[in-house]
């Protein structure tokens, strides 16, 4: 691998241990170091306490290369997001030993499989986080894929998640993966084939794991025998599992772990129901009914409620819900179906029109801003609903990647390959458009004033001037 730096890292490196801080708690202030899991500490997407960059240019075509602090090249192909841990940024990636891995880019969603079925590795990659050079490499499995993907996707979609000194990757059919912090191999676990198919094809798996204290939970929703899992993290052994079958169809989204004095539960966004479960037993705590058909966003937490939201098909809700409800909490005012905002038992506030399909939305401050696949940022009042704004945000810009925020800004990556810098607030206001080079599948981590993007080809780490 060969790795380019442009300038050095000036903001001293407060902690620059070798291992992660212990429980990722939902109300765990957001000015931590690490990033890590999918969506950063608690889920929320946030990371606050250094300035962040606004403007930056990653594309030597399109003028100088500027605000990058290094590049680094990616092997195979990807949509896993970038992780934070100590001096580590953490990638998963799939390598294909013959050719180049298909991808399809740009509009025309297709349901089709990609031609993507020779043998592969899939990897886990470690770069130091201050310099970009590759520190470790380690393979969780290789073969032939057990089950296709989609055109869109790869075969390494999910992110790896980091508790303590341990590292967990999960490739949905290629197996649950545990190492230490320098890629050695502690177990590994194999649930099975989980072919997560729609139009009788194979879509692909996509659902990261989350951890809590020692536990780990995998959804693996297969139509033909979906269900849910919760292992120890020390050792891999299954503590809990529960079936799914009269609840879900099919589901892309990571578990979303809460912890509240009186429980905790861990909520799984799917089609046709969307449920939480006691996080200690499985027991079913609420669910609720409907949604978006294909159920990809990851719930997460902000001002004490859960919030989730999902698209595809005739609806696009947006749920926020009550840590403590119990029960069957579908909304049933008849207001619902014209989209208009319904408060019911265990729902703080919903409406049936508005929630996004790929990306998942990030609240912050008092606004929830959701990017859509067609290009279009939406913004809620995050306390009662209120729609804010409806605005485009570019030709072809596409948010397939979650959305992520700190220091006043929100950062839309978009398949377009552009990084769009929104200015936080109830006024639509874009403060800059910065090129990336490639497509940005993968949501963008940020820790101490610097953002890590990853390309379809590229690892990237980007910082504000002097910072």
Request: proline share 6%.
């Amino acid at each position: 691998m060969q790795t380019y730096r442009f300038k050095s890292l000036s903001v001293f490196m407060l902690f620059t241990m070798s291992f992660c801080a212990e429980a990722v708690e939902p109300d765990v202030d957001t000015d931590n170091a690490d990033w890590p899991s999918f969506r950063g500490v608690g889920a929320k997407g946030i990371a606050e306490g250094y300035p962040l960059p606004v403007s930056w240019n990653a594309d030597p075509e399109q003028g100088q290369v500027k605000g990058i602090l290094w590049s680094a090249k990616v092997p195979g192909l990807g949509h896993s997001s970038p992780v934070v841990c100590g001096n580590q940024v953490l990638v998963a990636t799939a390598i294909a030993e013959e050719g180049e891995a298909p991808l399809q880019v740009g509009r025309g969603g297709r349901p089709d499989a990609a031609d993507d079925n020779g043998t592969q590795s899939w990897v886990v990659i470690s770069y130091d986080k201050t310099t970009g050079k590759e520190l470790w490499r380690s393979v969780a499995h290789r073969g032939t894929p057990r089950a296709t993907r989609h055109a869109k996707a790869t075969h390494a979609n999910t992110s790896v998640a980091v508790h303590g000194d341990r590292l967990v990757a999960f490739f949905g059919s290629e197996g649950l993966h545990c190492f230490d912090l320098q890629g050695k191999r502690i177990w590994s676990r194999d649930l099975g084939v989980i072919n997560i198919s729609k139009y009788g094809i194979g879509w692909g798996y996509a659902s990261s794991p989350a951890i809590h204290k020692d536990r780990i939970a995998v959804i693996c929703d297969d139509p033909s025998e979906p269900f849910v899992a919760v292992l120890r993290l020390s050792d891999g052994q299954e503590v809990w599992r529960r079936k799914r079958d009269d609840d879900c169809e099919r589901s892309w989204g990571t578990p979303a772990i809460f912890s509240h004095p009186a429980r905790t539960q861990v909520v799984i966004n799917g089609w046709p129901w969307i449920v939480a479960y006691d996080f200690e037993n499985g027991n079913e705590l609420w669910r609720i009914h409907g949604g978006g058909d294909n159920p990809v966003p990851t719930p997460f937490e902000a001002h004490g409620s859960i919030f989730i939201t999902n698209a595809h098909g005739a609806q696009s809700p947006i749920y926020v819900v009550e840590p403590d409800a119990s029960g069957d909490i579908t909304p049933t005012d008849d207001r619902e179906q014209s989209g208009k905002l319904d408060k019911s038992d265990g729902i703080v506030w919903s409406t049936m029109k508005g929630g996004s399909y790929m990306s998942t939305p990030v609240v912050y401050g008092d606004y929830l801003y959701l990017g859509s696949s067609s290009g279009i940022l939406r913004c809620f009042n995050a306390r009662n609903g209120e729609k804010i704004y409806e605005k485009r945000l570019g030709s072809g810009a596409s948010m397939i990647a979650s959305l992520v925020a700190g220091d006043g800004k929100i950062f839309c990556a978009s398949e377009n390959g552009t990084v769009y810098v929104v200015a936080a607030g109830p006024e639509f206001r874009v403060q800059a458009r910065n090129s990336m080079g490639q497509p940005c599948f993968a949501s963008p981590a940020i820790s101490q004033g610097v953002i890590y993007l990853r390309t379809t080809g590229n690892l990237f780490a980007v910082q504000a001037p002097n910072g």
